[in-house]
């Protein structure tokens, strides 16, 4: 899910923390995603001593002097594992920080609606927590095979900004798988 901008009056909403269980089903999900990046760390590790071995061994040794023509190659491969490292750690850890975050309760509605122009590829329209007087408290892009209909529903909503809908009228969506996650989140996908 995208989302939009958070509505100003959502910060008088009530408010909860996030339990231990569900800021650990995140922790969880967030060092799954790290034993994944430890490939492209170790990648730009190596390729970085690559690069300055061979800087250092053309300074230091006369006769292998055009040696440093090749550093630039390794140092970029390192450059490019690093980038590759952050990419795969930057959704997971920002989720992780959003746990520190306000969970908001709303008594309103929970709307949802077709795809509209803005919306991209992909995405099956967008849903809604609605105040009670039907203002938009906030407004995620959902993704998905089927286009949502129009539909308006009266609920007891839990919803993070980041995450999107936690529970409505005490249900969970499953957003936060239910239990804890297995180690380093491995298998969670068969799950589905």
Same mark, same amino acid.
Request: no cysteine; net charge positive.
């Given at each position: 899910m995208r989302s939009s901008g958070?509505?100003?009056?959502?910060?008088m909403l009530?408010?909860?923390p996030w339990t231990a269980r569900e800021r650990n089903v995140v922790w969880r999900g967030l060092t799954g995603r790290l034993a994944i990046a430890i490939e492209p760390l170790l990648g730009t590790i190596l390729l970085g001593l690559f690069a300055w071995g061979i800087v250092w061994r053309a300074h230091h040794v006369k006769a292998q002097a055009t040696l440093?023509?090749?550093?630039?190659?390794f140092a970029l491969g390192a450059v490019a594992f690093f980038i590759y490292f952050i990419a795969l750690l930057a959704a997971p850890l920002v989720a992780y920080l959003q746990t520190y975050k306000p969970i908001y309760v709303v008594d309103g509605y929970v709307r949802f609606r077709p795809p509209d122009e803005d919306s991209a590829? &992909?995405?099956c329209g967008y849903v809604a927590v609605l105040f009670e007087d039907q203002r938009t408290a906030y407004e995620w892009h959902c993704i998905g095979m089927k286009r949502y209909q129009p539909r308006t529903i009266p609920a007891m909503v839990e919803f993070s900004v980041f995450g999107g809908i936690h529970s409505i009228d005490g249900k969970s969506t499953g957003l936060l798988p239910e239990g804890d996650l297995p180690l380093l989140a491995? &298998?969670?996908n068969q799950r589905h």
């Open positions: 958070l509505h100003p009056a959502t910060r009530a408010q909860r440093i023509v090749v550093a630039p190659i590829a &992909g995405e491995v &298998g969670i």
